[in-house]
C-alpha cells in the first residue's frame, strides 16, 4: 500500500473515531491533541483529512449529513477553511468507500534564475520525476518539492531566500518579522513574513496559490507589488499579472500532489495528460479528438498505465501501451 493510501486511510479513521465519540459525549481533550499532533505532523495529514471531509459534504446525495453539535476542532492552517460537518453513520467499514471516491474517481465520467548572491551558505536541493520530498529549514520552516523540481535555499540569521529555478514547491512559512523569507523565481519574487502558500514555476511565469495569510508578488525593480491574500490565485511573467479567486476545495484538489494524487474537475483530456506527463517517464499522447473529453476524478500520480485504462474502460477509447509512451485515440468509426 502506497503511503497516501496509508496517510488516508488514518484521516478516515481520525473522522470516524471523532464522529463516534461526539455522539456519544466521549471526544475529549486528549484525543483532540492527538488529532492536532496528527494534523501537525505533515501538510499530507491535513490535506488529506480535509478533502476527505469535503468529499462527503459533496457526497451528501447518498446520505444525509448531520451537523456536529460537540466541541469544534481548534482551527489549524487549511482546517480553519472547513466547517465541521460529518456523515452520522461514518465509520471504520466506510473507509474502502473514501478510498474510493479518490482512487476510483475516474469513472466520473463527467529562465531559470540562479542564486548568484546566495553565498556559500546556498544549498540545493533536486527531485525526479514522479518523486516528491519535505524540508525542514533552519528557521522552522518546511517546504514540499513536488516532481521534478530544482530548489535553492540560502537561510541565515539576516536572510531566508530560496530559488525557485524549476518545478513546484509548497511552504509553510514560520512567521519571523524581522527576516522576511522571499522565493525568487526568474524576475518574479513572492515575499511573505509567515504564511502558507504554493508556487510553481510555469514555461512563461509563475503561478502563486495563497492558501492562508498574504504575500507580496514584485516583478522587476521598481514594478508596483500585487498583495495576494487567502484564496488568491496569480500568474505572473514580466509583463502581466492575472489574479483570481478558488473556493477551498478547489485550493485542497491543487494540493492533492502533496498526497501523490492528481485531482481534476471536468479538465479537458488534453490539460490532463499535461499534468501525467510532469510525474512520469511513459509520455501521454492523446489525437485531438480525444483531448476534447472532459475528465474528473483523483488519480495516483504515478499509474500513468493504470490512469490509460480507465480511459478504455470509461470512454472506449483505444489504448496502445508502449515502453516510453501511452497513445490514446477516439476508435475508428
Known amino acids: 500500500m502506497s503511503d497516501w493510501q496509508d496517510i488516508e486511510i488514518r484521516a478516515a479513521d481520525w473522522i470516524a473515531e471523532r464522529d463516534r465519540r461526539l455522539q456519544d459525549d466521549s471526544w475529549d481533550t486528549q484525543r483532540e491533541s492527538a488529532l492536532e499532533a496528527w494534523l501537525d505532523a505533515a501538510t499530507a495529514h491535513r490535506v488529506a483529512y480535509l478533502r476527505l471531509e469535503a468529499a462527503w459534504r459533496r457526497a451528501d446525495r447518498m446520505q444525509a449529513l448531520r451537523p456536529v453539535t460537540g466541541p469544534p476542532v481548534q482551527p489549524h492552517r487549511l482546517r480553519g477553511w472547513v466547517s465541521q460537518v460529518r456523515p452520522s453513520w461514518l465509520g471504520r467499514a466506510a473507509v474502502p468507500m473514501l ?3 479518490f482512487v476510483g474517481a475516474g469513472l466520473w465520467v463527467r529562465e531559470a534564475s540562479t542564486p548568484a548572491d546566495s553565498g556559500p551558505a546556498a544549498e540545493v536541493h533536486v527531485t ?59 524576475s518574479q519574487r513572492v515575499r511573505v513574513l509567515g504564511t502558507t502558500f504554493s508556487v510553481r514555476r510555469e514555461p512563461h511565469g509563475v503561478r502563486v496559490s495563497v492558501l492562508e495569510g498574504r504575500v507580496q508578488l514584485l516583478g522587476d525593480r521598481g514594478t508596483r507589488p500585487t498583495l495576494l491574500t487567502r484564496g488568491d490565485v496569480a500568474l505572473a511573467n514580466d509583463r502581466h499579472v492575472v489574479v483570481s479567486r478558488r473556493s477551498p476545495h478547489q485550493l485542497l484538489d491543487e494540493l492533492a500532489w502533496l498526497e501523490g494524487k492528481l485531482v481534476f474537475d471536468q479538465a479537458s483530456l488534453a490539460d490532463v495528460a499535461r499534468e501525467f506527463n510532469r510525474y512520469s517517464a511513459r509520455q501521454l499522447l492523446v489525437d485531438e479528438t480525444a483531448a476534447r473529453i472532459q475528465v474528473g476524478g483523483a488519480f495516483d500520480a504515478a499509474n500513468v498505465e493504470g490512469f490509460a485504462r480507465l480511459l478504455h474502460a470509461g470512454f472506449g477509447l483505444d489504448v496502445r501501451i508502449g515502453n516510453d509512451e501511452i497513445r490514446i485515440s477516439s476508435p475508428a468509426r
Not at 524540508?135 to 540560502?154: F, H, K, Q
Not at 530560496?162 to 519571523?176: M, N, Q, T, Y
Open 128 to 186: 525526479e520525476r514522479g518523486s516528491r520530498t519535505q524540508l525542514a529549514l533552519p528557521d522552522g520552516s518546511r517546504v514540499t518539492l513536488n516532481t521534478a523540481t530544482r530548489l535553492s535555499t540560502a537561510i541565515s540569521p539576516t536572510r531566508r531566500s530560496v530559488w525557485l529555478d524549476e518545478g513546484e514547491a509548497h511552504f509553510e512559512i514560520s512567521p519571523d518579522p524581522g527576516r522576511p523569507f522571499e522565493v525568487v523565481v526568474g
Open 99 to 101: 478510498l474510493m471516491l
